[in-house]
């Protein structure tokens, strides 16, 4: 049973970097063919996908996100880190980490194809 488990900050100042891990047991980040998304959740609005780190290390973002976004990732402790630079109150949001298998890629790199979630961590942007 693989498991993922969000862990930062919950406030935020605009302006600053958040920066979130998730943390996986029970399953590599490096097991072939997977890949590790963050996705969040604004109040009252959907899910959105930011980006993911493959099984390889390669990276992919959202378009709408991709010039303040970075991941990365920690193999040695089965981790992988979101940073979102110039936060503001539009960031507040439940921050997911989720991953995604083939069909992920099939469906083209978004809210589809995830098999295991995290439960979601609170972040709020504000001073």
């Known amino acids: 049973q693989v498991q993922l488990q969000e862990s930062g900050p919950g406030l935020v100042k605009p302006s600053q970097t958040l920066s979130l891990t998730c943390t996986v047991s029970?399953?590599?980040?490096?097991?072939?063919?997977?890949?590790w998304s963050w996705i969040r959740q604004p109040p009252g609005k959907g899910l959105e996908w930011m980006g993911a780190?493959?099984?390889?290390?390669?990276?992919y973002y959202s378009p709408s996100l991709r010039s303040r976004t970075s991941i990365s990732r920690d193999t040695s402790k089965n981790q992988f880190t979101l940073q979102l630079s110039s936060v503001t109150p539009e960031d507040t949001a439940v921050y997911y980490c989720?991953?995604?298998?083939?069909?992920?890629?099939?469906?083209?790199?978004?809210?589809?194809?995830?098999?295991?979630w995290g439960q979601g961590t609170q972040v709020t942007g504000s001073s």
């Open positions: 989720a991953r995604g298998g083939t069909e992920f890629v099939d469906y083209g790199l978004g809210l589809q194809g995830y098999d295991y």
């Open positions: 029970g399953g590599s980040i490096t097991t072939n063919y997977y890949y």
């Open positions: 780190i493959g099984y390889s290390g390669s990276t």
